[in-house]
């Protein structure tokens, strides 16, 4: 099974390179990561959620939404990692903000 997940995860990621000739939405991504999340899929969740960080490297969004899920996974360093890259790219953002302080305060 994460055989064919990285296979999918390869092949999908050839789309980044012509994104704009496909709707590809931010949101969309996101919500399958959430999906996978819910169900207990973390390490497929991560992934997702790391392809949505190159497709929308500019999103403060999915660096949050990368951050939280290796948080879940228990990877302090990599979630902390990635809610700094949110906060950088939306100084505004609470939730990342918040995260970010929690896990810094352990």
Do not use: C, H, Q, W
């Not at 994460?2 to 969309?28: H, M, P, V």
């Amino acid at each position: 099974k994460e055989k064919e997940l990285t296979e999918a995860l390869k092949e999908f990621s050839n789309i980044a390179e012509i994104k704009e000739k496909y709707n590809i939405n931010e949101s969309e991504i996101n919500n399958l990561g959430y999906s996978l999340l819910r169900s207990k899929k973390t390490d497929e969740a991560i992934e997702i959620f790391k392809l949505n960080s190159e497709l929308f490297p500019n999103s403060a969004n999915v660096f949050d939404s990368l951050g939280e899920s290796y948080r879940i996974n228990g990877n302090t360093e990599l979630a902390i990692e990635n809610y700094k890259k949110s906060v950088k790219l939306d100084p505004n953002s609470e939730s990342a903000k918040k995260a970010l302080s929690e896990l810094m305060s352990k």
